[in-house]
């Protein structure tokens, strides 16, 4: 399994952004979901969809100003982000797993490398 994420860059405050992340390798139903680490902070949960589930799921922060988007055919899963403020800043990461959802990093068998947004005030 693979993941590259892609879209990331330097906005100002209250500009959207779409993150993309282009899957391959990934047979059958997997959870996927986008996790945020800002600088010297812990890695967390966005949002994203379990593997038996197609409703996305969102941490408190991201609800209401982040959709999450899959698009199966394209093999590619979105996070589109309104009215990013500089809290946002950070490297957005995709990540899968064929059985697990949830906040615990360490349970996610598949990562890509990142991209960084830097929301500037």
């Known amino acids: 399994v693979q993941l590259v994420e892609s879209g990331g860059g330097v906005v100002q405050a209250g500009d959207s952004l779409t993150l993309a992340c282009k899957y391959s390798?990934?047979?059958?139903?997997?959870?996927v979901a986008w996790f945020r680490q800002a600088p010297g902070k812990e890695r967390w949960f966005v949002a994203g969809?379990?593997?038996?589930?197609?409703?996305?799921f969102y941490a408190d922060a991201a609800r209401g100003r982040f959709t999450f988007s899959r698009d199966n055919a394209k093999a590619t899963i979105y996070l589109h982000m309104d009215r990013l403020n500089p809290e946002d800043t950070g490297l957005y990461s995709c990540?899968?797993?064929?059985?697990?959802?949830?906040?615990?990093?360490?349970?996610?068998?598949?990562w890509g490398l990142g991209t960084q947004v830097t929301v500037s005030s």
């Open positions: 390798g990934i047979i059958g139903p997997y959870s």
């Open positions: 969809t379990p593997y038996d589930d197609d409703t996305p």
């Open positions: 990540a899968a797993d064929a059985r697990y959802f949830g906040p615990n990093i360490s349970n996610w068998n598949y």
